[in-house]
């Protein structure tokens, strides 16, 4: 398990680093093209965007993710079995216990949001609830609450942000390369130009496949921690079994709230631009711990 952890992060922080390197490529293509300072302020520009873009999502996309599936916030006393699994498991953990939101839905599935452990809500299906045994649901409760103590759902807002930033500077590069006039016909020729135009189109889509791989990672991660939580690996294996066995996909879901799920919300199917890797080598690292 500790290993599987220690693998999950490194691999996470890779994945930022080429981010960075992305972002600082281009900034530098933008500079030496124009041999001014421009490409910082179109940098800094791009990071006030994308950030300024962002906050509102940042403290208040928690209640818009779960309003969007049609969660209903419970107390103990509207469903004691499922808030005393949570109860015990944060105990458990030494989080704070989170906001539970029960979303009327025969599919299985489960989510968790907020920007930190105080701040933090776990939402469950009632497929979810009525399907799964104890020691399922059990894993599925750790799994979320991994995602929250690991703080997923932050670094995954750092992720959207970078994204955010490099799609701006990739198509300020491509407007103004193709716009630009100049004095100097061989401008048009300079090989800068050509690799910033390449990597404007490209940029956006690299930056995609990070974020999904960064995504992928980190269910990786929560699998193991929440693994480590519970000592019974089997417990959140069985639970995928179940959840990649059903037919039915969630009713109320949108490819902007996909990647907060445990499983892909929509039919399973796995390509490049997944945001969840296979459930099937998810059960095998489990039942490798």
Known sequence: ?????????????????????????????FGQYYGNGSSYGAVIM??????????????????????????RQISQKDNPYVWRLVENLTITAGLPMPKVYIINDESMNAFATGRDPK???IAFTTGIISNLENEELEGV????????????????????????????????????????????????????????????????????????????RREFLADASGALLTRYPEGLA????????????LRRVNKATAHLYIANPFKNS????????????????????
């Open 270 to 289: 796995q390509n490049l631009f997944s945001t969840h890797p296979p459930i099937a080598e998810r059960i095998k690292a489990l039942r490798a711990m």
């Open 119 to 121: 701040n933090s809500s």
């Open 238 to 249: 069985r639970a995928l079994e179940k959840i990649s066995a059903q037919k039915q996909p």
């Open 1 to 29: 398990m500790y290993q599987q952890i220690d693998s999950n992060k490194r691999k996470s922080w890779a994945l930022m680093l080429i981010f960075a390197l992305v972002i600082a490529g281009l900034g530098w293509i």
């Open 141 to 216: 409760i750790a799994h979320e609450l991994s995602h929250v103590k690991n703080y997923d759902i932050r670094l995954m807002m750092v992720v959207i942000v970078c994204v955010g930033i490099v799609t701006l500077l990739a198509d300020w590069m491509m407007r103004s390369f193709l716009w630009r006039r100049s004095d100097n016909d061989n401008n048009n020729n300079n090989p800068l130009m050509i690799i910033g135009i390449v990597l404007g189109l490209l940029s956006p889509i690299f930056v995609r496949l990070i974020q999904l791989a960064i995504s992928r």
């Open 46 to 71: 791009a990071v006030l965007i994308a950030t300024g873009m962002n906050l509102i999502s940042f403290f208040a996309g928690d209640k818009i993710a779960l309003s969007m599936a049609g969660a």
